[in-house]
DNA sequence: CATGAATGAGTATTCATTCAT
DNA sequence: AATGAATGAATACTCATTCAT
């Protein structure tokens, strides 16, 4: 499951070595150095192999990129969803989801970076970060996430805001923090996973009580002041 | 600092001269394509001007970079501190600012997405979003969005957090969500804006009610479980 | 007569005064860095003038540089003859005209240099340095150090070589000694000075007296042994 | 060292690989058109190969250049010392280095006038003529022209003139001569060479004869007058 | 006359891709 | 299958030359 440990034996016996030697070189140098900053030379040089042989593997590099996004996000949702359970309280699978990405992150920062660097590129402008949790085998039905703010709202324990903006309330932050993790501006401990889940929590969770807070809105939008 | 002398000149799109041409296209196309992405002669072909020119205004890549970021950067904090209240409520000031940022994405898209894709870049490794608010003429003192955090903190009126994860909570979904609006996934209205905005307070907002909820943590970090 | 000198007053209503500063320019880069080391810019900078300038007075780099080589060329020819007289003894005049290349290039070490730049240059390929003495205007007539060698030789006082062997024992070790003079290797003082002209007086001198001695010639030319 | 085996391969032209083409055409050129005046692209065409082909032997064109020089300027000197022995007279030591510069510039045209362009380029200003003759190696010992001269002035057959200065008497005209050759302008035989080698050595020997001569000096490089 | 901003052809260098071994 | 030498198109940058002011 970790793509890191393949590292079986020194032999090149092992059927799809040099595909994964390939794989890892790029995540790795593409999350550092994004897609035109990264060579193939390069890339052949911190697999091991030669320049051709990544041609044996990929069509070009467009194609390497790609090949390696799809698997790479694959990977990623399965993760999420591997002890997920649907039947459990809507704030239980809120938080499920959402430690999911922080523990992906961490543990997997080359991916991680890659994933964004997708995504922040020509490529990923159609694609778009709301597919994120689409399923891999694309079975159509609507993605988890989307469920779980679905449901909430319906039990109204969720906010009426639009999917995008709970989706952004939700992941934003964690984006956010796991970069910085992984630039080693912070150190992330438990605790401040924890409290930070519970924060994205507060932030969609529909409040019922007296302590709601109307928000002043003066207008900003449209350059004309008001008198 | 302006090379030319910005006189009205007698033709209409003469409007900001050669160097303004050169910085909006820059803007416009390291914005979509990234710096690698973008080759000179894009640049040179998108502001209409001749290669070379562009070596007149600035010494070379790098630093046409580098500066226009330091511009757009400079402006971009300058918008948000416009109509600041350092004396306003907490809240208030938290909103003020986190507005301000919406505002500028929405009607600065080019130069929202250039600042991140600036900051995604090798460059912005040392400079971080954590100086996102850092002041222009750097006097020294805090930043607006940390005074707050901290006074907020002080008060008793902001969670008991780590900076970098109160910021993750408060500019996270917001970025996120301007994204989205530029990409066009999703129009923002005023409403969804304020409602947002109110959501990021509830994110950080130190909650006193018995609605509190502790987080179930099932200690996913490191294998080992605590007695 | 020394070009420098005419820095006569800082007012510019000097005639032709913009013409010998991009003259004086000109010699002075390209004696350093050569033709194509040294941009037009550079000069413009140089004499103070702008880029444009240059192209009122020279159609084109080429056509600048060959003029400035022309006119310097001809100075010093013209330096050599003063003072000359062509009735006295061979080894005067001899000693005459070289000490004259001797003084140029040290009290000309621009000039020099930009002559032996051009010579060394594609330009210099047809000019030849044979043609280093020849009349300023072209009247037509034997050149002066060629008069010298012929009439010397129909004295018997100068060695029957070729003429291109006689110009090269006597201007070789001049042009040799005050490129390495100008390049600070050695301090040029008239005892040297003159020692090195009687020297190469030596060289081409016919000897009379007995202690001529031949040289053994193993035919090194050609790659075959001899057994 | 060299990256090709050399093994003889099929083909025909293929002698000397790739690099040996680069260095070749880069001799020939720059022997020409100078360092500026030879781009990369000509030297690729001359050479048969692509442009890129360049880089794959040489980092960049100084280090071309570079390699290139300190390569065949040892050649060069491993030439002049074949069949030397310093046990000889100092005349005929003499005559055999100065006679292996000759042969040197008359058979190796384009590498004689490559180190000529060497030593006029900026390059070359640090390394100086002088050291024309030092060890490849380099064994630190002093050179030997020089020695040849030290040795001739302590057993009195050569002038007491400075170092710099019987360099030149030497080499100098030697220099001038085999340009003039290469140019096409003397046809160089071996009773020109040994004459003029002869006439060199004319020029440093000590005269113990009668016919000295001293030098009229009109004191021309200070204006005062000595009393 | 003088200028220097503007230009585009030209230069050094890199890099995705191919192909002979 | 695997390699990496070879290539030329593409990129950043320079510079001779022009021309509007």
Redesign the pocket.
Known sequence: MNIHSTKTSPT?TETG???ELIIHATIKLISEYG??????????QEA?????????????????VLEIFTQVNCDFKQTLLHGYDANQAIRDRFIHLCRGIFLYGIQNPYEFKFIEQFYNSPYGTSLRREKLFCNCGDTGQALPLEQVFAAGQAQQVIKELPLAALIALAIGPIIFLVKDSIAGLIQLDEATINNTLAACWDAIQQKTGPNRQPVVTPSSLSSEEKP
């Open positions: 090149q070595s040099k595909r897609f035109h900053g990264t060579p193939i030379s390069m890339i052949a091991g192999v030669g320049a051709g042989t990544i041609y044996r593997y990929f069509k070009d590099k467009d194609t390497l």
